[in-house]
């Protein structure tokens, strides 16, 4: 049986539209110990006090210093209050930078990249020896509001599409954000006019490689996110050094659910890579059975909630960060893998 992976445009821009086997069928588990292989290891586990819903990462506050972002649900399911963390370890916990509010939904989005372009005309210096030139800047996407850091806080610059349910980064000029699912999607991104910053026009991509804005949460189209039955794509991430498909792999249901929310208990992360012979070969040009799995975790005590690549603490060291719930989702836990080389 076969399972459609609909993760970006329809992918009606023929970006990845493909379709997934059974990942039992697709990917070979690890057997033994390869000297070469990929693993992971955890190198630190931290609970946090706020129930959180989403994390990211990136230099938000200094282009040298790397963030946690994180945002805040609500009390209960029917509270959309929202809150936005700005955050930086400081060797003994992560302390906020900056919050700002927003009025959240059942699915809420969490991006950071280089979404916001300007398209007013730019005026060339007297003095300037170069083409002057419009860049793309860093902007936060969520559920309602666009926000950026204007050097000292957050500043929200525009409302938000609703839902920006991935971005893709890496592509030439801007990053683009991924907006709706199924045959509906487009890519935008935020641009300027003379009317201030909006929320613009689609965009053709230029290639890159997907970052989901959503964690774990459902679709509104069920199962577009499941790459078989209980298993579901969480994250990618591609530069020179890291060519990773992530999934999860959903733990046991408990006989009753704590206050009517399906948990369950015992997720497992697994990571995928090209094979060797397609090492090189770009991520949208990949296809299912171009992966292998390279490693899986040991099961989580609780549920995933959110899964992205990056360095949360800005210690040089990128690697995979889970956002967990446990305790029959009450509390909220983050867990950090590096990679390393045959486990060691």
Same mark, same amino acid.
């Given at each position: 049986m076969k399972h459609h992976f609909n993760i970006l445009p329809a992918l009606a821009l023929c970006l990845l539209t493909t379709t997934f086997v059974p990942v039992d069928a697709q990917v070979a588990p690890p057997r033994g110990r390869d000297a070469f292989r990929l693993q992971f290891r955890k190198t630190w586990d931290i609970s946090l006090p706020d129930p959180v819903k989403l994390?990211?990462?990136?230099?938000?506050?200094?282009?040298?210093?790397?963030?946690?972002?994180?945002?805040?649900?609500g009390k209960d399911a029917s509270d959309l209050k929202r809150t936005l963390l700005v955050t930086h370890w400081d060797g003994f916990r992560f302390v906020t930078d900056d919050s700002a509010e927003f009025t959240g939904a059942a699915m809420d989005t969490l991006l950071f990249g280089r979404f916001h372009t300007s398209q007013l005309p730019v005026v060339k210096p007297a003095t300037a020896t170069k083409p002057a *030139?419009?860049?793309?800047?860093?902007?936060?996407?969520?559920?309602?509001?666009?926000? &950026?850091?204007?050097?000292?806080?957050l500043g929200r610059i525009c409302l938000a599409p609703q839902i920006a349910t991935m971005g893709l980064l890496g592509s030439q000029g801007s990053d683009q954000m991924l907006v709706g699912s199924g045959n509906t999607a487009a890519l935008f991104e935020v641009t300027d006019t003379s009317n201030g910053p909006i929320v613009a026009r689609s965009l053709t991509s230029n290639g890159g490689y997907?970052?989901?804005?959503?964690?774990?949460?459902?679709?509104?189209?069920?199962?577009?996110? &499941?790459?078989?039955?209980?298993?579901?794509?969480?994250?990618?991430?591609?530069?020179?050094?890291?060519?990773?498909?992530?999934?999860?792999?959903?733990?046991?249901?408990?006989?009753?659910?704590?206050?009517?929310? *399906?948990?369950?208990?015992?997720?497992?992360?697994?990571?995928?890579?090209?094979?060797?012979?397609?090492?090189?070969?770009?991520?949208?040009?990949?296809?299912?059975?171009d992966f292998e799995e390279t490693w899986? *975790?040991?099961?989580?005590?609780?549920?995933?909630?959110?899964?992205?690549?990056?360095?949360?603490?800005?210690?040089?060291?990128?690697?995979?960060?889970?956002?967990?719930? &446990?305790?029959?989702?009450?509390?909220?836990?983050?867990?950090?893998?590096?990679?390393?080389?045959?486990g060691r």
């Open positions: 994390v990211e990462t990136g230099a938000v506050t200094d282009p040298k210093r790397d963030n946690l972002l994180m945002v805040v649900g *030139s419009n860049k793309a800047a860093n902007a936060i996407i969520t559920t309602e509001s666009v926000f &950026e850091w204007n050097g000292k806080k997907v970052r989901s804005g959503i964690g774990l949460q459902e679709l509104p189209t069920a199962g577009v996110t &499941e790459t078989e039955p209980g298993t579901r794509f969480a994250q990618s991430a591609w530069d020179n050094q890291n060519h990773w498909f992530i999934t999860v792999v959903r733990g046991k249901t408990p006989a009753a659910a704590v206050g009517g929310i *399906s948990t369950t208990v015992g997720d497992q992360i697994v990571v995928s890579v090209p094979r060797m012979a397609l090492r090189d070969k770009p991520f949208l040009m990949l296809r299912p059975g899986r *975790s040991d099961p989580l005590p609780g549920r995933v909630l959110d899964v992205r690549v990056g360095d949360p603490k800005n210690d040089r060291k990128e690697g995979v960060l889970v956002l967990t719930a &446990e305790n029959g989702d009450k509390d909220r836990h983050l867990y950090f893998y590096l990679p390393s080389v045959g």
